[in-house]
């Protein structure tokens, strides 16, 4: 299965699906990428609040992969975005994985109520790691509209992706617009809502005259409207479903009736960015 590629505003290019690992236990990771990168993923992604990186690393090693066949994107956690600790984590982060460099580094959230709203000097930080090659790519998660135009008033850096909640239920649509319109990637977190749109009629109904499961059909919605996606599952024939979707397509009508879906606000099933506050302990 061949996974097409998203050029970013950088020059670097995305495997446009790959494997996340949220929720993923530290002891069960190296298991689950391994599998992931047996069944042809070569994009993970994984963040420091997810306690997992090192698992991540270790799969890598363990399939007999060069660094460069694999994607491999972290993000900053929560409470570490004063630049001295940012800097810090970061150093932890490729520790962890056992890498001189990420392909990707991202703000997780922008914690506007916090650090006095200040992700500008985050962001600044994370230009230093650009700078000096240990991320090839930087990006930013869950920021909002105000967010970006911030950053790009603000700093000489646009990011090059900004990874959202976004699935039929809540497609995010200002921020996805706003995106396109800045050359940013859009990337597509909890892309089958954590499972909550697999009964859905609509989407039961388009799966089976493709004669597909749900989960690819929505993986396949994502791609044709250009998200870059990457599933979470524990569950090896899952992992393998979630990879299969580049041998069909859906037609226009089938890509409208999703779109339909949409329930705007009361759609979102996470937290909303704005108010977002949570640090861990
Ligand atoms: P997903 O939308 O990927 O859903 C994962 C859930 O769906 C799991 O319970 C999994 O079960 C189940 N599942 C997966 N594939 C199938 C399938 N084919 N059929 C039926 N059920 C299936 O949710 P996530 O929240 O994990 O999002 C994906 C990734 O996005 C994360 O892993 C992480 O990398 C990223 N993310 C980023 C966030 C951010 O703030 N930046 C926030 C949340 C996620 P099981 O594992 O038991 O098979």
């Known amino acids: 299965m061949t996974v097409p590629s998203i050029g970013l505003n950088d020059g670097h290019e995305i495997p446009q699906l790959g494997f996340g690992v949220f ?17 042809g993923y070569r994009h993970i992604d994984t963040a420091e609040m997810y306690g997992n990186e090192e698992g991540v690393g270790r799969a890598v090693r363990a399939a007999g992969l060069d660094r ?12 570490y975005h004063r630049p001295d600790v940012a800097r810090r984590a970061f150093e932890s982060t490729l520790e ?91 990337e597509a977190w909890a ?3 954590q499972g909550k749109v697999l009964d859905d009629p609509t989407l039961t109904g388009v799966a089976e005259r493709y004669g597909r499961s749900v989960a690819q059909v929505v993986l396949r919605w994502h791609i044709q409207h250009g ?23 859906l037609e226009p009508v089938d890509v409208e009736a999703i779109d339909a879906l949409d329930r705007g606000e009361a759609g979102r099933n996470g937290p909303n960015p704005d108010a977002f506050d949570y640090v861990p302990s």
């Open 23 to 39: 929720q993923v236990p530290p002891r069960e990771t190296e298991r689950a990428v391994s599998f992931a990168l047996d069944a």
């Open 68 to 79: 460069g066949e694999v994607y491999i994107t972290s993000k900053l956690n929560n409470g």
């Open 96 to 186: 962890a994985l056992g890498y001189d460099y990420v392909d990707l580094f991202l703000i997780h959230w922008p914690l506007p109520t916090l650090y006095d709203g200040d992700f500008v000097s985050t962001w600044k930080t994370l230009e230093e790691f650009k700078a000096d090659g240990r991320a090839r790519s930087i990006g930013v998660s869950n920021f909002q509209v105000a967010h970006l135009e911030r950053l790009i008033r603000e700093t000489d850096t646009v990011p090059a992706v900004n990874q959202i909640e976004l699935h039929p239920y809540f497609q995010n649509r200002e921020v996805a617009a706003f995106d396109r319109e800045h050359g940013i990637a859009t």
């Open 191 to 193: 892309p089958i809502a």
């Open 227 to 249: 998200m870059i996606v990457f599933p979470k599952s524990v569950t090896p024939e899952r992992i393998r479903e979630n990879i299969a979707i580049f041998d069909f397509e």
